[in-house]
């Protein structure tokens, strides 16, 4: 091989882009290409097609409202994408979470700034009916409403635990709140769940 073909063979060799299987990918794997311009872009595009739906249905379990859950989870998204390549972390899921979480407090307590979140929103049943919950089945319906009993952090316990599946840990992580003392949040929140359960049953 002469020198002219060396030379067009290494220019071949620094053109050639290496494909990335994104989807394949554990997620502590997929951060480590936030910081990677050249595969940021399909890094970004696989996290909104992991944590979309999740974060979607996250929020609009704790905001109630369509748009408003639309909304948020838009927010969390554009805040990571303009924080991107400061990410540093090895569980996308509480960094995630922990996002949609803050900004679903912001958001409501921008909405309703005379709700106190240290106790139960009981005016949020009144706006509930089946054109704003994610399943109109009558029993998905009437757990919702019980939820509007549960002070804000008993929720984001209890969904967080209940529908997310995230462990005690994760939780932990995300709240900044000791174990045992989620596990007290949870117990409270399933105990009030029954309450009023059987009372709107």
Do not use: G
């Not at 998204?77 to 960094?95: G, H």
């Amino acid at each position: 091989m002469n020198a002219s073909e060396l030379k067009l063979k290494d220019e071949k060799m620094q053109k050639a882009e290496v494909t990335i299987n994104f989807p394949r990918l554990d997620d502590s794997q997929l951060a480590t290409y936030f910081s990677k311009p050249e595969h940021v872009e399909h890094a970004f595009r696989d996290l909104l097609r992991r944590f979309q739906d999740k974060v979607y249905n996250h929020v609009r379990s704790m905001v109630l409202s369509h748009r408003a859950a639309d909304e948020i989870s838009c927010s969390v998204f554009v805040k990571f994408w303009d924080n991107i390549s400061e990410f540093r972390t090895t569980n996308l899921n509480t960094t995630i979470y922990r996002m949609a979480s803050n900004e679903t407090i912001t958001f409501l307590k921008k909405q309703y700034p005379h709700i106190d979140f240290d106790e139960s929103q009981p005016e949020f049943a009144e706006f509930l009916d089946e054109k704003e919950t994610l399943n109109s089945n009558s029993d998905a319906i009437k757990i919702q409403k019980a939820m509007c009993y549960l002070t804000y952090k008993q929720k984001l316990v209890f969904n967080l635990k209940y529908f997310d599946q995230l462990s005690y840990d994760e939780i932990s992580d995300l709240t900044q709140t000791s174990e045992s003392a989620l596990k007290t949040t949870y117990q409270h929140a399933i105990k009030k769940l029954e309450i009023y359960l059987n009372v709107l049953n």
